[in-house]
């Protein structure tokens, strides 16, 4: 038995699509780094994320953004483009589309969305929900400069490799109190770490499941 990770970087856009959708539409069980079974006192603001896919010299990466420097709680960080569902957002995939055209100029019609990975509790109190898809590139991207300083990508084998991330307990105020955390090793001067690293982890897992 293979794993889709293993196929990758012999996989066709369209072959990446199928299996993609249906590796997350049956949405095996996934090993978590942090049961984050804290709750706060107010309810999770509701957000969206994509994770785009992209081949780059015939290799395949993921594509993020990072955050302009202001008064966010976020301010300055990795992640991947994203925001606040609204409420007249009939549902996470359309913010997250939404968002990323906003943030990066990306349109919604260039976007072939995939699935949706579990939901996320960061240590914020967002519940994010991560939207999988796969864009065309290169792409006449336009960074949004009130929200992204930056877009760029990094090789999923990369991110893939253990050598190049640590989990280590971090002490966040109650009633989170320690969470293991994500730090990836920086990859072109940007660093990744937090849920955004966790959104990745959870990704490699299902791509390290076994695949008829």
Known sequence: METLLSQLSQLSCSDLQTKLRDILLSMPTI???NNRQFQFSEPAIQAAVLVPFLTINQE???LFI???IDHHLHSGQVAFPGGQIEPNDPDPEFTALREAQEEIGLYPQDVTPVGQLPALLTVTNYRIFPIVGIIPYPYPLKPNPLE????????IFWLADKKNYKI????VPP?????QTIYYTPYDGEELWGASAQIVHTLISLLEQETP
Do not use: K
């Open 168 to 171: 280590v307990p971090r002490s």
């Open 175 to 179: 009633p989170v109190g320690i969470i």
């Open 148 to 155: 992204v300083t930056r877009i760029f990508t990094i090789p």
């Open 60 to 62: 395949w990466h993921l």
């Open 31 to 33: 090993p978590q780094i």
């Open 66 to 68: 990072r955050r302009a």
